[in-house]
């Protein structure tokens, strides 16, 4: 399969330090998109990066995607406590099929 | 904003139950999805629907499993008979663009809150 697998797989940070999560999955894509999910609740949509991009903005949120090694990369920069929720990559196969990968547990400490 | 919902909220069930896990998707979409997440794990795709079909559906989507558009709006999940290895919560999703075409945007997918599901 080409699930996503994110690491770390929980994070602790203080307020106001940037947070860096990881993405690898293992074949070609269509797209990489990261989603939020607070706790006992649905996954939001955060940002898609095209498999031809290899940088992009909206925010405070920064994704790299390095096709060649079949990894990206959410950077949060300054968090807040409210930033506090699991991260998900997915990747959009040929079918168009989002496949999720474990999560990454932000925790950031006021 | 428009948003996806799902009832129940939480559903408690014995074990060898049928269960119907009930689904509004946004009402210009013409995906749907329903996906599942097992306690702290990961987000696991069962199916996608399009066009009143299955489009795809994953080695979880067994025999027990089955989905249904029954009018214009809803769009339900049924597990035929329960086993307590199907407590999980349950995500449905839709979207513009979708599985098994081309199309000519990503796949960025809607979430409800999901509906919980507890076998004893």
């Known amino acids: 399969s080409q699930q996503g697998e994110e690491d770390p797989q929980a994070l602790s940070i203080q307020e106001g330090e940037n947070a860096t999560m990881n993405c690898s999955y293992k074949?070609?894509?269509?797209?990489l998109q990261w989603y939020r999910q607070n706790s006992g609740r649905g996954l939001v949509h955060l940002i898609l990066?095209?498999?031809?991009?290899r940088e992009k903005h909206s925010g405070r949120l920064r994704v790299t995607l390095d096709t060649s090694k079949k990894s990206s990369s959410l950077l949060i920069t300054a968090s807040r406590a409210a930033d506090t929720a699991s991260y998900f990559c997915a990747t959009e196969d040929s079918s168009y099929k989002l496949i999720f990968g474990s999560g990454t547990r932000l925790l950031v400490r006021p | 904003e428009p948003e996806v919902t799902q009832t129940p909220s939480h559903q408690v069930t014995q074990m060898g139950q049928e269960v119907i896990l009930r689904c509004v998707p946004i009402?210009?979409?013409?995906?749907f999805y329903w996906y599942r997440q097992i306690l702290g794990q990961k987000v696991e795709f069962l199916v996608s629907f399009y066009n009143n079909e299955i489009s795809e559906k994953s080695e979880i989507f067994d025999d027990q499993f089955s989905v249904e558009r029954p009018d214009g709006s809803n769009f339900t999940l049924k597990i035929r008979s329960t086993k307590l290895e199907d407590s999980a919560m349950y995500f449905c999703?839709?979207?513009?663009?979708?599985?098994?075409?081309?199309?000519?945007?990503?796949?960025?997918?809607?979430f409800g809150a999901g509906s919980r599901l507890t076998v004893l």
């Open positions: 009402s210009n979409h013409l995906y």
């Open positions: 074949t070609s894509i269509n797209n």
């Open positions: 990066i095209r498999s031809n991009e």
């Open positions: 999703a839709s979207s513009e663009a979708g599985t098994g075409r081309k199309s000519s945007g990503a796949n960025v997918l809607t």
